[in-house]
């Protein structure tokens, strides 16, 4: 019997698709200043604030800061969509800083040998 051997994530897995990016709204402000606005914002700094200190209209930095990742304040999940208590056996079963498929992969081959 073969041994199970995934395949690593694609380039550009992860990043904002071209469509989604097709329907988001444009910004009068360049990627630089949309990431300052939100680094403020987590700061805890009004829009209103932001805009001043950044010299654009409000309605622009609000533009930015709408496209921001809230934090969920409960997860029930972790990363690999799967509960906590799943998460955190995959997280001590890791090798040093080994990336979290290849983890998956390597305890997925030890289960398929032991049948």
């Known amino acids: 019997m073969s041994g199970f051997k ?11 698709s071209l469509r989604t ?12 200043e949309a990431t300052k606005a ?7 700094a009004e829009p ?9 209209p ?5 533009k930015a800061l709408v496209q921001m990742r809230s934090p969920r304040p409960e997860t029930t999940r972790g990363t690999l969509n ?3 208590a799943a998460h955190r ?3 001590l079963e890791r090798v040093g800083d080994e990336p979290i498929w290849q983890t998956i992969d390597r305890m997925l081959d030890e289960l398929l040998r032991r049948r």
């Open 48 to 56: 209103a604030d932001i805009a001043l200190t950044l010299g654009v």
């Open 6 to 16: 995934g395949k690593a994530p694609g380039a550009g897995s992860g990043e904002m």
């Open 82 to 84: 799967v509960t906590l």
């Open 58 to 62: 409000v309605e622009e930095v609000e």
């Open 89 to 91: 056996m995959i997280m």
């Open 38 to 44: 939100r680094k403020m914002r987590r700061a805890g």
């Open 21 to 32: 990016q097709a329907l988001r709204p444009s910004i009068a402000m360049d990627a630089r």
